[in-house]
């Protein structure tokens, strides 16, 4: 079965075609500045790119464009659109229903709609790609894949805030956590590398990109994870702080005269790396200007190490244990200077990496940077999300 992925974003829509019987990518592209002025990138392996300025005023303009070139003569992969058996949607929050990937019929998308105030950035758009896949691909099975339904099983002394219990029972307010398709695939990735079942393994995973979380999973079960009601929470990341002292909030509110949404929008994209290092959300420069001393540069690099040790002690403990230790996503998969500062010094767990196995990781390969006589694994694993929603909206659509 052919398998299209779609993840859409506020002005974006990110499109792979996938062919289930042998895992291709047969194409994959990017539409972007929807509703400003608009461009599609439109790739497939081995072959030229087609990039396009053109004007997509709306989610339903980019998807029948998107819809045009996968079956043009000159660009196409496929005959007839009808030789997709199925989409799969990346939805970032599945709220309390979504405990697994699910069909998505007129009700899904009347809940997806009660909890856009709790998912208020992310929501509207992927309602957006659901609804244009929807009017054109009328026969086609849609299947939501939520970001959140990876936590749906970690226990609610761990989700629930220390708060007045009426903010839970009534606005909804608990951790979700999020990046839980890309947890739940590096997880089950780590599994197949050490030729272990799931149940067998406590794995800790360190999703660490532009958004970064970190998720303890036990015996194939996350059972507690860094990001919470918002992907706010948790370690610094390029442009949001993560966790700090929630009083800090009021204060600078005060202090600065800020609005909630100019507060907002300070934790949101003007903090974590970019905010301590003055000089890039991007960690490929602030660890340049690290390793050149830059004091601000050096104390964001280690802000980041430091947080993900806390976390990954912190999972240890709550798992009572640990096997493997996972580093993916954008700095996760290619920073050998943050993984080596993680790593340092938690001999005491049985962590310890191989310096040379660490630095010679070929791009987007999984590898094992465990030293010899380290008792946990540390594996590099790159993540794919996509794959992971082809494969859920596949399993589904044969159940049916
Ligand atoms: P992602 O959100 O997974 O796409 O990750 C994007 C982030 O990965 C970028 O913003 C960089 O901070 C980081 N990154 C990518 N390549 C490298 C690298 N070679 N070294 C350090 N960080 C990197």
Same mark, same amino acid.
């Given at each position: ?238 442009? &949001?702080?993560?966790?700090? #002292?929630? !009083? ?5 509110? /005060? ?5 909630? +949404? %100019? ?99 070929? &791009?987007?390969?999984?590898? #094992?940077? !465990? ?5 946990? /694994? ?5 993540? +794919? %999300? ?15």
């Amino acid at each position: 079965m052919k398998i299209l992925v779609i993840n859409a974003g506020s002005s974006s829509l990110k499109y792979q075609l996938f062919n289930m019987t042998n895992g291709e990518v047969l194409a994959k592209g990017l539409c972007e500045r929807i509703g400003i002025d608009g461009a599609i990138t439109h790739k497939r392996p081995g072959k030229e790119n087609f990039e396009k300025e053109v004007a997509l005023p709306t989610h339903d303009e980019a998807l029948s464009l998107v819809l045009e070139l996968l079956v043009s003569a000159e660009y196409g992969v496929v005959a007839s659109i009808d030789e997709i058996g199925a989409v799969g949607h990346r939805i970032a929050h599945g709220g309390e229903k979504y405990g697994c990937s699910s069909l998505i019929d007129d009700e899904a998308v009347a809940y997806l709609e009660t909890i856009i105030p709790i998912n208020p950035l992310h929501g509207p758009p992927a309602i957006k790609g659901i609804k244009a896949c929807r009017r054109l691909m009328k026969n086609i099975p849609q299947v939501g894949v939520f970001d959140t339904s990876f936590y749906s099983q970690i226990e609610d002394f761990r989700t629930i805030y220390p708060l007045p219990y009426e903010l839970y029972s009534e606005n909804k307010i608990r951790r979700y956590g999020f990046h839980g398709t890309s947890h739940r695939y590096v997880s089950a990735k780590a599994a197949e590398m050490l030729n272990k079942e799931p149940s067998e393994l406590k794995i800790i995973t360190c999703h660490l990109g532009n958004g970064s979380s970190i998720t303890a999973v036990d015996k194939g079960i996350a059972i507690d994870t860094s990001m919470g009601f918002t992907p706010q929470e948790g370690i610094p990341m390029g442009t &949001r702080s993560g966790s700090i #002292d929630p !009083s800090v909030i009021p204060y600078i509110m /005060k202090a600065k005269n800020l609005s909630a +949404d %100019e507060v907002e929008d300070l934790i949101n994209r003007k903090s974590g790396l970019l905010g301590v290092s003055g000089i890039s959300s991007d960690s490929r420069y602030v660890e340049e200007a690290a390793l050149k001393g830059d004091y601000r540069a050096q104390l964001a690099v280690k802000m980041l190490a430091n947080s993900i040790k806390k976390y990954i002690g912190s999972y240890i403990a709550e798992m009572n244990g640990i096997d493997a230790l996972v580093f993916t996503a954008g700095i996760g998969e290619n920073s050998d200077m943050l993984r080596k500062m993680v790593c340092s010094e938690l001999d005491f767990f049985g962590i310890k990496i191989d310096e040379d196995k660490n630095k010679s990781i070929p &791009r987007g390969s999984a590898a #094992d940077i !465990s030293d010899e006589c380290a008792r946990v /694994k540390t594996l590099v694993i790159p993540t +794919d %999300e996509e794959y992971m929603i082809a494969l859920d909206t596949l399993n589904l659509c044969k159940e049916q």
